[in-house]
């Protein structure tokens, strides 16, 4: 009797230490930031296996329920009411969140193409790994094939793609139209993902037109049925479009759009630090409703509800599935990837950052790590990756850390 109520006790001990640890960790506003240094970040900086698949939005259960309520739907002859965008109509309360993506991510590339002439980015040539300042730091993570034994970076000098990387996505004319197939993927322009999901979500660009309904299709038995149905299946819209990709027109407007005359880098960077968390938020809420599709495998990405057709995946046996991509829900960091640097507290230190004392340092996103080192404050969202509240020791003092 007595063992069983000292087991009581202690699982009764557990479940409160359970609870309150829980309490720490889900709390974004309280004072309290639940981690520990001895968890390293270079976690999140190695890059992963290319045998592993990225994790699933959806649990792979709910993912076979809905596909058996799909397949007793079609059984069943009748309508099936659809909510926009599903039925072809736009979100009208997500167009201006279009708007204000799209305005943002020009903005943007344009704070960050000033504030990156006052600042050094390197990367290494080996494993692609990005450090923003000088000197680039000693931390020994380059672990890839032709790497040197030591695993020391090999670093050269980077521009602007190493810190705002774009992804591509093949540009449709019909959202919910048939996919790009194999023969026509030099016939169909790419443009970057982030601009293709604004324009599917309400922005109208000339020079890559989109079809807009007016009516919604109707889904019955399975089968859709589209009354606007106007062109047939080999229609190709606006054949004399110059295909070129999102940088080569942001260059060309960046001529009519007003130059930043101000010469503080920090008011730049403050302005930029707000663009790239209106960017973010903004995506966020259009891919809650717009669905993007990404490779589980590879870095491939495609605007819509469902992927493309194009046989073009290199990545972990491609030979089985005859180089067709492994398509899956995609989250924003499949849209906007987010190449994470070592932070840099001491901006004006010429000390480098060290490999035995990486276990205290912080990473943030490369955008985040130049507009914070021009002086713009970091927000809530990264102040547990930054590590603002661990005292970096000297190399004398690392015995004595508990």
């Not at 849209?335 to 035995?356: A, C, G, K, M, R």
Request: charged share 25%; glycine share 6%.
């Amino acid at each position: 009797m007595f063992c069983r109520r000292l087991l009581n006790l202690v699982s009764e001990q557990e479940l409160v230490l359970q609870r309150f640890v829980g309490t720490l960790t889900n709390s974004s506003k309280g004072p309290f930031l639940w981690y520990s240094t001895r968890s390293s970040s270079a976690a999140l900086l190695q890059r992963p296996k290319k045998s592993e698949r990225k994790p699933l939005v959806t649990s792979i259960n709910k993912l076979k329920r809905e596909a058996r309520l799909r397949k007793k739907e079609r059984q069943t002859v009748e309508e099936i009411s659809l909510q926009p965008p599903a039925n072809g109509l736009l979100v009208k309360g997500l167009i201006p969140v279009a708007h204000e993506v799209y305005a943002a991510t020009s903005e943007l590339i344009s704070c960050v193409s000033t504030v990156i002439k006052r600042s050094v980015v390197y990367y290494c040539k080996v494993c692609g790994q990005v450090h923003i300042g000088h000197p680039p730091h000693k931390i020994r993570t380059c672990n890839v094939a032709g790497s040197r034994p030591n695993k020391e970076h090999t670093w050269e000098i980077g521009g602007m793609q190493h810190v705002l990387p774009t992804v591509e996505s093949f540009h449709i004319y019909d959202r919910i139209g048939r996919a790009v197939s194999h023969n026509e993927q030099l016939r169909v322009d790419r443009i970057t993902a982030l601009v293709e999901l604004c324009i599917q979500a309400g922005v109208d660009i000339p020079e890559y037109p989109t079809r807009r309904r007016t009516f919604p299709i109707y889904n019955v038995a399975g089968r859709t049925l589209d009354f606007e149905k106007r062109f047939p299946k080999n229609f190709t819209p606006r054949k004399d479009i110059n295909a070129c990709g999102f940088w080569n027109d942001r260059k060309r407007s960046n001529e009519d759009m007003t130059s930043i005359s101000c010469d503080d880098m920090k008011v730049i960077a403050v302005r930029g630090m707000g663009l790239w968390d209106k960017m973010i938020s903004g995506t966020e809420k259009l891919m809650e409703k717009y669905a993007v599709q990404t490779c589980g495998y590879c870095s491939e990405v495609q605007v819509g509800p469902k992927g493309h057709r194009v046989r073009n995946c290199h990545a972990y046996k491609h030979q089985m599935r005859d180089g067709q991509h492994a398509w899956q829900e995609a989250t924003v960091d499949d849209l906007i990837p987010p190449v994470y640097v070592w932070h840099v507290q001491d901006v004006h230190s010429t000390e480098p950052l060290l490999d035995n004392l990486k276990r205290y340092y912080g990473i943030l996103p490369a955008v985040v790590e130049l507009f914070a080192q021009a002086g713009a404050d970091v927000g809530v969202r990264y102040t547990s990756l930054m590590k603002k509240d661990v005292v970096v020791p000297e190399l004398d003092e690392l015995k004595l850390v508990v």
